[in-house]
């Protein structure tokens, strides 16, 4: 079976680890996965960005140079140059520094300011992407934060019901739940979002995503 099929069953199996041993020992699995971001099944194209995180920190064991020529690669998929053709690469470049941010802490700071790079260079397709890979950083990203928090904000009153809703997971992760509890109009707020976690694609909406922001602010305040 080739690789790629293989590894498009592996990920609808959700066998991440599996994922992560094959990388292991054949590194093309990672430009693999990056193909796979693109796959016409949302799941699918989100469980190859998580998957990418795995193996590449098993890569990073052995050869963190490779990695980061990865990150470089994805990075320039954002570009205007490129076409900004790989949605997922800003959420592909995130999770590969969670998993080794000691070995990659100067790219922190390239994927948080990402946000404020995107109206200038016309890039606003990602911006649900970037909102999640800032989110996914969270703690991580702690001393970047404050300089992209207002543009986060803003993304509050973006058209767009999934990047309203990202937005609002953003801040909860970041530990800015505050600026979602004073946002109560948008518990009206029924649009409709599709948020990755835990492996899976959840369909909800802003409203209930602010729901559960206020829920655990009361949870952790008790």
């Not at 973006?158 to 739940?177: E, H, I, K, N």
Request: aromatic content about 6%; hydrophobic content about 45%.
């Amino acid at each position: 079976m080739p690789l790629k099929s293989k590894l498009r069953e592996l990920l609808a199996e959700g066998s991440f680890e599996e994922i992560a041993e094959m990388a292991a020992e054949r590194r093309r699995v990672l430009g693999s996965l990056v193909a796979l971001t693109y796959d016409s099944d949302p799941q699918i194209g989100w469980r190859a960005v998580e998957a990418l995180g795995l193996a590449a920190r098993r890569v990073a064991d052995d050869d963190p140079e490779h990695v980061r020529e990865y990150l470089r690669r994805l990075y320039w998929l954002i570009s205007e140059e490129s076409g900004g053709i790989c949605w997922h690469a800003p959420a592909a470049m995130a999770e590969i520094i969670r998993h080794k941010p000691s070995l990659f802490p100067d790219y922190v700071p390239i994927v948080v300011f990402l946000i404020l790079y995107l109206a200038e260079e016309d890039l606003d397709h990602f911006m649900t992407d970037v909102l999640w890979a800032i989110g996914r950083l969270g703690p991580i990203a702690s001393d970047h934060i404050e300089e992209v928090h207002p543009a986060i904000v803003s993304a509050l009153d973006d058209p767009d019901p999934q990047v309203r809703g990202t937005a609002v997971w953003c801040l909860s992760r970041v530990g800015s739940s505050m600026a979602v509890e004073a946002r109560s109009d948008l518990l009206a707020d029924e649009g409709p979002v599709a948020l990755y976690e835990d492996g899976s694609l959840e369909h909800t909406s802003v409203a209930m995503l602010v729901r559960r922001v206020l829920q655990e602010t009361d949870v952790n305040s008790s």
